[in-house]
């Protein structure tokens, strides 16, 4: 009986020592923790932000179809409030750009800048590429055809707003229209393949629109599972995350990466002088607030949600707290100062691009970035 009871042990032990080695971290690798906090950044960041997204750019489109049949400032107005909403959506979603929007190029097809005016000018003086837009099939021509500088957000912005505001309707001409409403159409086409990409069947009507009348992927590489279903699928066959541990880093590099790319790029290229045309929102005077949605997207991933729909239980920004609250004070100064100093850029920024400001907001994105490859070494370690 005392041999049989100690190899039971010994067994008991074996599998213990195995659970608690295997990827090198504690007992149970924080598996559990890093699901919970998937689900919520999932159900409460990406599927809410993704789905506004693509209702705000699907009603964006019957707002400029308004403003042909009735070219009115009052139209215009509503075109430009529906745009800013639309607009909002993407920029809160860049913390989070891995999966569908980078796989299938969604990306700088909706939202390359400049623009190309000289193109654009092109376009409003050629009859027949007007008339292609103006058909039936006018979205999936402009997708087609134009190419990233001419689709997407900015080239909307540009018939809508002049310096900051609605441009009056007597400025924009039918051909414009036109454009816009093609373009729009193509990003609606391209919002709802990243809804029903991540969301997969939850995403309704949307999910059939996608895949059989636009014919487009909305499954990681070809495959089964849906981007939503791919995360949660973490460390099993099939999903691209080889580990929850892999997941975790994947979320907060992508973070990482906005955080620098605001800094970097959308500030510091006009800034310091490398390319002072590369000005994000020109035309509306939006880019600080662009750029204020992006350290907000940020947050939303780090805290467990959008602001009104946050489980903060079940959030990095808990799980940080608990395993290294240093960490998570880091992480969390360094998001509300990046937002602080952005909110007091000298607006609007293509207009004070030198302005010493945008030193302060470069340097604390700088810090953000500093903080979360510090969090990504953290969760590799432990």
């Given amino acids: 009986m005392k041999n049989y009871l100690s190899m039971v042990l010994a067994f008991a032990a074996g599998l213990f020592i195995l659970s608690s080695c295997e990827g090198g971290v504690d007992v149970d690798n924080h598996d559990k923790d890093f699901e919970a906090i998937a689900e919520v950044f999932l159900n409460n960041t990406v599927y809410p932000t993704y ?43 860049e913390a989070f750009l891995f999966g569908a929007a980078t796989d299938f190029g969604i990306d700088p097809h909706i939202d390359s800048w400049p623009l190309d005016v000289d193109g654009f000018n092109d376009l409003m003086s050629s009859p027949a590429i007007l008339s292609k837009l103006e058909g039936e099939d006018g979205s999936a021509y402009a997708g087609a055809k134009l190419g990233n500088e001419l689709l997407g957000f900015h080239g909307i912005e540009y018939v809508l707003f002049e310096n900051g505001a609605a441009k009056p309707a007597s400025k924009i001409t039918k051909e414009e229209l036109v454009y816009a409403v093609a373009v729009a159409g193509d990003l609606r086409d391209r919002t709802a393949q990243l809804d029903a990409a991540w969301r997969g069947e939850a995403s309704g009507n949307r999910l059939s629109m996608v895949e059989d009348d ?83 997207s940020v947050e939303n991933v780090y805290y467990g949600g959008v602001k009104g729909n946050r489980d903060e239980s079940k959030s990095l920004h808990a799980w940080f707290s608990k395993n290294d609250p240093d960490v998570d004070a880091a992480i969390s100064g360094a998001i509300s100062n990046a937002l602080a100093k952005i909110s007091s850029m000298k607006a609007p920024f293509v207009n004070n691009i030198s302005d010493a400001s945008c030193d302060a907001a470069m340097s604390a994105c700088a810090s953000l970035v500093e903080t979360l490859e510090n969090a990504i070494q953290f969760v590799a370690n432990n």
């Fill in 51 to 93: 789905s506004a997204l693509a209702d705000d750019s699907e009603k964006l489109v019957a707002d400029l179809e308004a403003v042909i049949n009735d070219k009115s400032d009052a139209n215009i107005k509503k075109a430009c409030s529906t745009f800013l909403s639309a607009r909002a959506q993407w920029e809160l979603s």
């Fill in 214 to 296: 636009l014919e487009l992927n909305t499954t990681v590489a070809g495959g089964d599972l849906y981007y939503g279903e791919n995360l949660l699928s973490a460390g099993k066959a099939g999903s691209t995350f080889r580990s929850w541990t892999h997941a975790m880093q994947a979320i907060l590099q992508a973070a990482a990466d906005i955080a620098d790319e605001v800094g970097t790029s959308k500030i510091g290229k006009a800034h310091t002088g490398e390319d002072v045309s590369y000005i994000e929102s020109p035309y509306s005077y939006n880019s600080i607030t662009d750029f204020i949605d992006n350290i907000t």
